[in-house]
């Protein structure tokens, strides 16, 4: 009976002492899930707030989409108005296609048509200015 007794308070000293290391690694892993969670929750609140972040740069980007939408609205037919009145009076088919520093065109006159073509490298803009007003009829 002795023995019984002594074998069961052994078996009771086994399994409290395995026990206390199933404890002691729970405890672990509960520290270690805490760390993973304090760094989870952080990274979280971060993102977050790049999140709210790019919202507000989105809508800041959208704001300004529309002011230039506006503008481009109101800034393009004032600015083709103009091309094509300086067109009806100029009476000038200009060359889109020529070289850098050339101004080509035609100048569609009163009784023929004049080519116009003008090296912007050799001569002043107030001169070809001046040359190109001066082919425009004035007895409107």
Do not use: C
């Amino acid at each position: 009976m002795e023995e019984e007794v002594a074998q069961s308070l052994l078996d009771a000293k086994e399994r409290a002492h395995q026990g206390d290391v199933e404890l002691q690694q729970l405890k672990a892993e509960l520290q270690k899930a805490g760390e993973d969670n304090t760094r989870l929750k952080a990274s979280l609140l971060q993102l977050t707030q790049e999140l709210e972040e790019l919202k507000e740069i989105e809508a800041s980007l959208e704001r300004q989409e529309r002011e230039v939408d506006e503008d481009t609205t109101v800034t393009i037919p004032s600015a083709v108005y103009v091309a094509q009145l300086y067109h009806r009076i100029s009476k000038i088919e200009w060359d889109y296609e020529s070289e850098p520093g050339m101004v080509k065109g035609i100048h569609h006159g009163p009784s023929v048509a004049q080519p116009i073509h003008l090296d912007s490298t050799q001569l002043s803009k107030k001169f070809i200015s001046d040359y190109l007003w001066s082919l425009v009829d004035t007895d409107w």
